[in-house]
Nanobody
Framework: QVQLVESGGGLVQAGGSLRLSCAAS????????VGWFRQAPGKDREFVAV??????LTSDSVKGRFAISRDNAKNTVYLEMNSLKPEDTAVYYC?????????????????WGQGIQVTVSS
């Protein structure tokens, strides 16, 4: 089973940028899709973005600000986050082993990373 490790989180001021990385170990992603989700305190985990071999989807709340990409040679998926807002503050998770291409629901993923904190100050 693939293991996922997120990195790149931290504290940033509103309007700033961060790039999250999700590295797969154990084997290649192999999954049709790799997704990013986030969970703010007291809220459900929500979809942020997903990438398949040749397509991407992003949620309306981050469209135009966040971009997902992948480097197959490095077995890594990235989430570039720009124009960050305080409401983007959350623990961010990457997920793999989805049941279908461009999956957007939490239940569709079998494998999750441990999560990484992103905090945006106003």
């Amino acid at each position: 089973q693939v293991q996922l490790v997120e990195s790149g989180g931290g504290l940033v001021q509103a309007g700033g940028s961060l790039r999250l990385s999700c590295a797969a170990s154990g084997r290649t992603f192999g999954s049709p899709s790799v997704g990013w989700f986030r969970q703010a305190p007291g809220k459900d985990r929500e979809f942020v973005a997903v990438i398949s071999w040749n397509e991407v989807l992003t949620s309306d709340s981050v469209k135009g600000r966040f971009a997902i990409s992948r480097d197959n040679a490095k077995n890594t998926v990235y989430l570039e986050m720009n124009s960050l807002k305080p409401e983007d503050t959350a623990v961010y998770y990457c997920a793999a082993d989805s049941s279908r291409v461009l999956a957007k629901a939490v239940y569709e993923y079998k494998t999750w990373g441990q999560g990484i904190q992103v905090t945006v100050s106003s």
